[in-house]
């Protein structure tokens, strides 16, 4: 285990990418010795520092869900992250590319709560607490050099988090199997890549019910009126500077924006 020094250095490090834009080396090269518990005990005073700054917390990522994330990044099981007031964006947003040190997009679904999640949630009580699922675009944003990243990298960089596009059509989760949600992720009118909810641990609340049992174990909960994105069904989708972005969810609407 990392001393409480060394986390808040590591947390520092990290906020400090904010504003350099320079990749920090693995932190798992440096710390060879460094546990997953560790990781997420420098997301949170990475996190109270973005609460301290007055930020809020309105929801959290659930990410590597999927076989193909999975195979993109090397690492086999999921990790989570907060999502913060400051990175929400309705589609058709015009988003500053220089605001992220790197850009790709992951297609997902959102689950909005309207109750409180218990430890123990199964995909039961994820479809009971939902007041409704929308689509969702994940702008990923690393902070650590990407090539050799461990899981414990992963969850100390926030889960990658960059930032989160909502928009399309909002639907109550008995209204639709959520498992045959499917998206085509177009960059410049291009189809890039395309997928099926289903790709999600079987089932999109499956991931939202994994993590209600994580945050539990780590003395807190999934709360009514939080965001969760369940993970992602494509693979990331590397953009740059000009490019526009559109992921068609067929009957559920589309979702879009652009990056200056």
Same mark, same amino acid.
């Not at 659930?62 to 076989?67: A, F």
């Not at 999934?222 to 068609?248: C, K, Q, Y």
């Given at each position: ?64 869900? /999927? ?74 944003? /690393? ?12 969850? /100390? ?36 890549? /395309? ?66």
């Amino acid at each position: 285990m990392l001393d409480p020094e060394t986390i808040q250095a590591i947390a520092d490090e990290l906020a400090g990418v904010t504003t350099s834009k320079q990749l920090i080396p693995l932190i798992t090269q440096r710390y060879p010795g460094m546990t997953v518990e560790d990781a997420y005990a420098v997301q949170g005073v990475w996190a109270r520092g973005r609460l301290d700054a007055g930020r809020r917390v309105i929801g959290h990522k659930i990410g590597l869900t /999927s076989k193909v994330m999975q195979a993109a990044t090397g690492i086999t099981e999921p990790d989570y992250g907060v999502i913060f007031d400051d990175v929400l964006f309705d589609s058709g947003a015009v988003i500053d590319f220089d605001r992220f040190a790197n850009v790709r997009i992951e297609v997902e679904l959102a689950f909005v709560l309207d109750r409180d999640l218990k430890e123990q949630a199964t995909i039961f009580d994820v479809l009971d607490s939902t007041a409704y699922v929308v689509p969702a675009l994940e702008i990923l944003d /690393s902070r650590i050099e990407m090539q050799g990243r461990t899981i414990v990298d992963t969850i /100390s960089d926030n889960a990658a988090l960059g930032a989160v596009v909502i928009g399309g059509r909002p639907v109550k989760p008995t209204e639709v199997d959520l498992r045959w949600i499917s998206a085509l992720l177009y960059r410049n009118e291009v189809i890039e890549e /395309s997928g099926v909810a289903a790709a999600v641990l079987g089932h999109p609340a499956a991931g939202v019910a994994w993590l209600a049992g994580k945050l539990g174990q780590h003395g807190t909960a999934l709360r009514a009126g939080e965001i969760i994105l369940a993970g992602s069904f494509t693979r990331p989708m590397w953009v740059d500077r000009g490019d526009t972005v559109h992921a068609d969810y067929g009957p559920l609407g589309a979702v879009t924006c652009r990056f200056r």
